[in-house]
């Protein structure tokens, strides 16, 4: 089984992410009709059975966008969200510093909730599960694609590769509208491709 997991396109980084609605900007939307021809141009490669996507509104675009081409069956979400940042998702910047000062997702404790939201061993846990369970209900594809967030992805690939997480550990470089290519063999797991966007050049 190989899994494809993709990071949305780009947001406005004015406003506070996690379970935000703000959706992509034009920058973003561009690159992901990049992603989009370059899945549609390598469909025997890639051959996508299904899209699984977070319903956020920046990962339901993306997937949008991606399935004009691909035209495959698409199933959004709640599991695959970006951490539940609580009252602050979606804010600007500078009133959650006004209002919240000095609250980020490394300055929080492991078992300190966001106001509102969940805390990062929260996040964590949750991620791993969900993500078993959906390789578990997608066992009869070969090809599934998972459209998500950098935090998501970040836990998906330390779970995968046995390393160490925290919210204090510098976090995997997922850029906008990247493909990490996973692979799910017998008792083999591993990372085919990390961080691929050439085609956003």
Known sequence: MRIFLVRHGKDDGNYRGGWSLVPLTEEGINQVKKLAEFLNTQKDYYNIEKIISSDLERARQTTNIINEKLNVNVEFTERLREM???????????????????????????????????SPIEFHDRIIKDFKD???????????????????????????????????????????ASIYSLILENNNRYFELENYCEYLK
């Open 84 to 118: 539940n940042n609580g009252k602050i998702a979606g804010m600007l910047n500078k009133d959650v510093e006004k209002i919240y000062p000095g609250l980020y997702y490394n300055t929080l404790r492991m078992d300190e909730r966001y106001p509102g939201g969940e």
């Open 134 to 176: 959906i390789v578990k209900e997608n066992k009869n594809h070969n090809n599934i694609m998972i459209v998500t967030h950098s935090g998501v992805i970040n836990i998906i690939y330390r779970y995968i590769n046995n390393m160490e997480w925290s919210n204090k550990i510098k976090s995997i470089k997922v850029s906008n």
